[in-house]
């Protein structure tokens, strides 16, 4: 089993920066892949950035240029650097572990809130 922990949200002004850092612990050698999502109220959950173990990021349109995906593996713990923030970027981000056999984890969420 796979557990997931984000930390690092919190009120910012346009044009600020925030680190998010998704900690995972448990069966940490089945995680294929770390995902970052968000969801704005009243909107769907949306794929922001993920990386796969092994290989390279992928930024959807949104995170292009502005956010920045890394890992310490140590750690165990994924990040996503968020630069230059905009007020449409306010949403509760989640880290979204992708398991061998196609099974997923998701995290509590954090809140993100960019103020113009």
């Known amino acids: 089993q796979v557990q997931l922990v984000e930390s690092g949200g919190g009120l910012v002004q346009a044009g600020g920066s925030l680190r998010l850092s998704c900690v995972a612990s448990?069966?940490?050698?089945?995680?294929?892949?770390m995902g970052w999502y968000r969801q704005a109220p009243g909107k769907q959950r949306e794929l922001v950035a993920r990386l796969y173990s092994g290989g390279g990021p992928y930024y959807e349109d949104i995170a292009k240029g502005r956010f920045t995906l890394s890992r310490n593996v140590a750690r165990n713990a994924w990040f996503l650097q968020m630069n230059n923030l905009k007020p449409e970027d306010t949403a509760v981000y989640h880290c979204?572990?992708?398991?061998?056999?196609?099974?997923?984890?998701w995290g509590q969420g954090t809140q993100v809130t960019v103020s113009s």
């Open positions: 979204k572990a992708a398991l061998v056999g196609d099974r997923e984890v």
């Open positions: 448990g069966s940490i050698v089945h995680i294929r892949a």
